[in-house]
Structures are given as structure tokens and as C-alpha cells.
């Protein structure tokens, strides 16, 4: 299986941290608008860091919706980062791999998720994990990029959308052995929540994880009818223990500036919707992507040795909530946002 392949459908499930400014009342900066978007973690955030030899993102037909061509999101058009970065007022900050195209490129934040990559390493040196991703933003940090004032005026998104666990079972892991095993992840993620913390940002959102069992990846077994019950009951599990590792730090921090966006419940609300009559949050049926390969180990985006297309794509993505066999669409990024905007527009 050629890597790209092996990135977009195993590694999909992304991460997502969003991370918030923090609000603490004794920066005086502190009540004005955030200014900046730092991100960090996998394919739901990332807009453009994996190489393009890497990663389906940068074929055809990705992008097709937004910006018009392949342009590195694991989607047909915008993702969560972008999303988040609106809800902001800000302009999507410019992706790590693109941050030598001019200095104010810089001004609204950066990018540093890696789509594919996780907490811990899922394709050894090609994917930086999330600590690395963290070290890249201290070195900005370290040589004055970003000053403490602007990390202090910004807002962190984390994403953590399960490569580590689809890389756990892609080396042998059982299902069993998960339960084990989602506690490393977890307790990985609450550290680097902590370490992303100490340098001052105002909030810091970190995603929940999506249910897992609904992607088109486990649900393409029943002809993309019914979620995974076992996958998503894992699901909860990371998610319990992600809530109470943030409201330990918020507790320890004594200021309450991390919160956990709830991809889950949202995810879920949009999914069950396929009867409500309301027009443009709907989708006919939600569990079919739009894209996909159409041999086996093919993927949206695949062709063969002369070019000849290994996939299909719907007519009208905006009908579709999944783009390929893990990603939303731009549409579905856009419902699920619909359903965590005023929640999270409190919390800033
Ligand atoms: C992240 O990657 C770095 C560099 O490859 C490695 O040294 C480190 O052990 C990894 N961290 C985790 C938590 O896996
Ligand atoms: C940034 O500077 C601090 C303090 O000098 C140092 O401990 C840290 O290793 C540096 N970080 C990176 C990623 O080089
Ligand atoms: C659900 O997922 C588990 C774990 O990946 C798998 O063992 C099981 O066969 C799946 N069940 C169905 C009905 O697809
Ligand atoms: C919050 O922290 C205090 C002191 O560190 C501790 O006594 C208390 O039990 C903690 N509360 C929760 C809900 O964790
Ligand atoms: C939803 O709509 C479909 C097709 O219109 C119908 O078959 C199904 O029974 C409906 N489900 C519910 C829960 O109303």
C-alpha cells in the first residue's frame, strides 16, 4: 500500500487541540479580542504542513470546494482550524511548512498540526508528534518570532483525532488492549496540555474525540448503515479521561481556561439529523462519504500508473457530511461547528 494511501485511511482519525487564550484578569491585554491562533495536532486542524508526497490532501480532488484546487487540507474545502479561526475574527493563520512566505503571514498565529500524526509517533520521522510540534513553536518562541504578549493575547487549538490509536492497531494492538492503552494517550495529551499552558495563552480548546465507530472506514461494513458501537464506546472512555485530566489542570491552574470542544456530541447530533426538516444542517445520508477509491487499497485521490482516477466523487459535496473515509466535508465541518459556536463563543 503506497503511503499516501496508508495516511488518509488509517491515520485519519486527526486531533485536534484547539487551544484557547488564556483569560487571566491580571494581563491587561487580556480583555481585548485574541489576536492570534497558535494549532496544534493531526489532520482535522492541520492546512497544510504534510509534504506532498505524503498525503492525498494535495490531489485532486481535494480542495475542490475551497480554495478551488489541492492545497494541502484533508478535506474538499475548509476544516475546524478555519472555523475556529473565523469564530476569532481572525484570518486562518498560516501553516508551519509556509512560514518563510513573509513576515505578515505571521501576524494572525500558526499552524502546527500534522495531519496524521499523533501524541505518540505514527509514521516514525515523517510526521512530527505533538511534542515535536510543540518544540517547533518554542523555537519560534526562543528566537522572537512570538513575544510572551503575543502567546498571552492568543487562543490554542489542540486536535487529537485517533492516530494513535488507529497506529496501535495497525502494529498488532488489540481491541482489549486499547482499554490499556487509551490511558497513555490521554495522560500524553494532559502533558502537553500542560506544557502548551505554561506559555501563557489566554484559552486553550482541545478537541474531544469524534465517534470513531461512525467514520466511513468502519462503517463502509455495513454499507456505511451503522455505527461501531465498540469503537465509539472506546471513544467515550478517552473522552471521560480527557475531561477529567482538563478540569484537574483548571483546577491546579486555578483559572479555567481549557475546554474540551465536544466533536463527539456534536458529531453525533449531526449524524442522527438525517429527518429534520432543517434545510441546510441536514444531510441525506450521513455516514456516505463523498469520495472514494474504488479498488481495494484505493482512496480518494488515487490514480494508477497513467494517471486514470481509482476513486469517485459525489456531484454536490455540500450534500455529503464526509469527504473520504475520515474526513468531513467542508459542509459537515461547517454543521458541526453550527452546533458548537455558541458554547464556545461563551468560553472566549
Ligand atoms: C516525539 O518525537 C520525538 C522526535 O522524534 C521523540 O524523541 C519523542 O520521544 C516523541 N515523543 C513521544 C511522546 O512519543
Ligand atoms: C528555548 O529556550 C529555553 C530556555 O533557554 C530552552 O530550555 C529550550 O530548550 C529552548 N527550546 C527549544 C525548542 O530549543
Ligand atoms: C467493531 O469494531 C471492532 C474493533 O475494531 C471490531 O472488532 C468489530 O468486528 C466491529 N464490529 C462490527 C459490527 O463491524
Ligand atoms: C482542586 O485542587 C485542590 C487543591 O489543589 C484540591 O484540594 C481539590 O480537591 C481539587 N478539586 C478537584 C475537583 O479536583
Ligand atoms: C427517516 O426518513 C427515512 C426516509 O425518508 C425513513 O425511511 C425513516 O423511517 C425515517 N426515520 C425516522 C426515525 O423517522
Known sequence: MELSTLIVSFFCFCSLITSGALGSAHHHHSRGHPTKLFVFGDSYADTGNVRKALANSWKAPYGITFPGKPAGRFSDGRVLTDYVAKSLGLKTPVAYAWRDAGVKKLRYGMNFAFGGSGVFDTLADLLPNMTTQIDFFENLFNESVYTKWDVQSSVVLVTLSGNDYAAYLEKGGTIQGLQGFIPRVV????????????????????????????????????????????????????????RQAVAGLNNETRRNHIFVLDLYDSFTTVLDRKNDTKGKLKFESPLKPCCVGTCAGCSCGSVDAKGTKLYTVCSDPKSSFFWDSSHPTQAGWRAVYTNLKSTLEQFF
Open 187 to 242: 495522560n500524553q495529551l494532559a502533558l502537553n496540555l500542560r506544557r502548551i499552558s505554561e506559555f501563557g495563552p489566554r484559552k486553550i480548546v482541545v478537541a474531544a474525540l469524534q465517534p470513531l465507530g461512525c467514520l466511513p472506514r468502519m462503517t463502509q461494513l455495513t454499507s456505511f448503515q451503522q455505527c461501531n458501537d465498540t469503537e465509539n464506546t472506546a471513544v467515550q472512555f478517552h473522552n471521560l479521561l480527557l
